[in-house]
């Protein structure tokens, strides 16, 4: 059983990654820790002992409430604590998921101290860990961080993933969310998601002198790092699906305006020459557009800006607040609010703005629409009895349910693979808005840690 | 959780964050700018200034739930503030726009530039150059009273006219 006898004969550098097609490629990103990183990761794959044909562990992740997978995370056999601080990253990916519920290392049986050998099936078997992971971190000679894992199926005996990556050591914790995402694929069928980030906005102050200030951070709360120094209000920041770049609204100067923020330089520039308030903006899904509201008087009109021509297009044109508009995946339609019929209802048009269909029908109002990256469902905000929901609906309007409902729940965002919906909760009080995560069945609802209050969330695509 | 909403719904607790709330906000609409603004004291605002507007005119004006119409009394204030304005010539304002907190962001930034642009429109009804009058919204973001009831609310849908200094 040889770690280095690749099945995929092949290694991936990190920067060179867009002609490759599986979800396990890691995707460079520049923010970390505030540099500009080079051949972040190299996966290499590592010999299979046996071909999973017939893998017993698999969990159905589209029935609702499923019951969390028992499996074991074992420490990684390392010279220092980085093994086990990249274990624990994993584990807790995993677990925060709520399909997995890694066992407390207490109970483990064998202690993984060779990650090249086969494990006692039955130790594991007993414990019902039904997949195991072990792995090991080393220094290479040329000070690169070496991480290598295997998940195993206990049941059946059989290694279901081997891989190995090469990167700087200070990427340790994108390499644990790459292989959390690597467990998450095989065993779920699913396109992983704790190798991305969010955009939110940082709160603090009392109610009524709130300042605010645009961060980023990991999906699990680390690496936070602050974009804006709070000197203006700033709302709505969204990720750009294919630059290091977020849209966002500032009242920066007493002008509240659409903007641009290069993340790697912090260079920002307004969207657009337009005579007014624009703001709620969102980028298209190849990128080149940002599309928003420009107020004029009374109404809010839903434009486009194309970044590279710098053209503007009116797409609606009514007496009536039209705003937070969200493409569909494949770019062709748009669904967004409106108040023409009396309340906040969805509607939903082609891209070129023709064919305006109201979806919405339940009582109450719906709000912030935003599509799935899959496609398939648009999640919103609904208020009605007094309460504020966050619900999913499908993009012609039927299926509607809801996910979680209280005093105030706003402002939903997908993660990258449509499984989870982050939103804001402003609990009733003196208190601020905090940052919570939940499964599109309506349970695993998380906390997402934040060391000030938080809102506004934006989670960051898979980067192509 | 349950002892905060009970401590946040105790009605002398709700006065005296009304009562911080409004003094922090004035403090800090009448001592920027202007040098002729400075000489505060309730009876002896400088003719022309925010605090003369404020005190002898009324600033602000307070909307229904979701809706931008100007009620009767706020007709009133706002036709004294034209006569304000006329009497006035040379000071030019903006009209800030307000939503309360039960809304959703964006919709709220839509919904206080309708009540700002409501407001000016009815002042260049009574006379007032349409140049002498911007707007602004700032939706749910600036709350000048922090209660979770209406008694609230109803504080928080306004439009608060700022005297910008000369017209343009």
Known sequence: MLWLTSTRHSCFEGNSLSTMPTALLPTPIAVLSGFLLRSLVIICGLAATALPASALVEI???????????????????????????????????????????????????????????????????????????????????????????????????????????????????????????????????????????????????????????????????????????NDLVLTPRFSPSRQ???????????????????????????????????????????????MSLQQGGNANIYTMDLRTRATTRLTDTAAIDTSPSYSPDGNRIVFESDRGGR????????????????????????????????????????????????????????????????????????????????????????????????????????????????????????? | MNLMMSIARSPAVLALVAVLALAGCSSKRTLPNSPGELGLGGSGAVPGSQQDLTLNVGDRIFFDTDSAAIRPDSATTLDRQAQWLKKYPDKSVTIEGHADERGTREYNLALGARRAAATRSYLISKG???????????????????????SCWSQNRRAVTVVSGVGS
């Open chain 1, 60 to 230: 159905d992740i589209n029935q609702g409430n499923v019951e969390p997978l028992p499996m074991a995370v074992t420490d990684f056999v390392s010279e220092d604590d980085l093994g086990p601080k990249i274990s624990g990253v994993i584990a807790d990916d995993l677990r925060r998921s709520g399909l997995f519920a890694p066992i407390q290392k207490a109970a483990f049986i064998q202690k993984i101290s060779n990650p090249d050998l086969a494990p006692r099936f039955e130790d594991w078997r007993v414990i019902n860990a039904q997949a195991l992971v072990v792995g090991r971190v080393s220094k290479e000679a040329d000070g690169r961080l070496r991480a290598e894992f295997r998940l195993w199926d206990t049941f059946a005996g059989e290694q279901l993933i081997g891989q190995q990556f090469f990167t700087q050591p200070e990427n340790w914790r994108r390499v644990a969310h790459i292989i959390a995402d690597a467990i998450y694929e095989e065993l779920t069928g699913e396109r992983g998601y704790f190798d991305t980030r969010v955009v939110f906005v940082s709160e603090t102050g009392p109610r009524n002198e709130r300042q605010k200030q645009l961060a980023i951070m990991d999906q699990d709360g680390a690496n936070l790092r602050f974009l804006t120094q709070g």
């Open chain 1, 245 to 291: 770049e977020v849209t966002y609204m500032s009242f920066a100067d007493g002008e509240p305006r659409v903007y641009l923020l290069q993340l790697e330089t912090g260079q920002r520039e307004i969207v657009g020459n337009f005579p007014g308030m624009t703001f709620s903006p969102r980028f298209s899904p190849d990128g080149q557009k940002v599309i």
């Open chain 1, 344 to 464: 906040q209802q969805l509607y939903v048009m082609n891209a070129d703005g023709s064919n305006q269909q109201r979806i919405s029908f339940g009582d109450g109002s719906y709000s912030t629409p935003v599509w799935s990256p899959r496609g398939d469902l648009i999640a919103f905000t609904k208020q009605s009895g007094g309460k504020f929901s966050i619900g999913v609906m499908r993009p012609d309007g039927s299926g509607e349910r809801i996910l979680t409902t209280g005093f105030h729940n706003e402002g939903p965002t997908w993660s990258p693979n449509g499984r989870v919906i982050m939103f804001f909760r402003q609990p009733a009080g003196a208190s601020g808005p905090q940052l919570y995560s939940i499964d599109l069945t309506g349970y695993n609802e998380q906390r997402v840690e934040t060391p000030n209050y938080g809102s506004d969330p934006a989670w960051s695509p898979l980067l192509k």
């Open chain 2, 128 to 150: 007032i150059s349409s140049n002498r009058i911007k707007t602004i919204s700032y939706g749910k973001e600036r709350p000048v009273a922090v209660c979770d009831d209406i």
